[in-house]
């Protein structure tokens, strides 16, 4: 069982950044996916950025250039860089973990991009 804990929420102004950790524990099997979601009031969870199995990267569109998803491979942990931060950026962010065995979620960290 994998257990993902986010962390580095907070209230930023906007052009303001953040640094979002999910520390992973627990066993993975085989090569896994790891990826940062959001989700604002009364929309649906989106994804943000994603590192993939062979280590590869992708963004959602409104975050490119902006955003910048990191794995720490030693410290079982992944980062989102946030920088340029917007008040529709504001959302609960999540981390997601998917390996051969299933789907894994955090409990989710609260963005809120606001003066």
């Known amino acids: 069982q994998v257990q993902l804990v986010e962390s580095g929420g907070g209230l930023v102004q906007p052009g303001g950044s953040l640094r979002l950790s999910c520390a992973a524990s627990?066993?993975?099997?085989?090569?896994?996916?790891i990826a940062w979601y959001r989700q604002a009031p009364g929309k649906q969870r989106e994804m943000v950025a994603r590192v993939g199995i062979y280590g590869t990267t992708n963004y959602a569109d409104s975050v490119k250039g902006r955003f910048t998803i990191s794995r720490d491979a030693a410290k079982n942990t992944l980062y989102l860089q946030m920088n340029s931060l917007k008040p529709e950026d504001t959302a609960v962010y999540y981390c997601?973990?998917?390996?051969?065995?299933?789907?894994?979620w955090g409990q989710g960290t609260q963005v809120t991009v606001s003066s």
């Open positions: 997601n973990l998917v390996d051969l065995r299933g789907s894994y």
């Open positions: 627990g066993s993975t099997f085989g090569l896994n996916s």
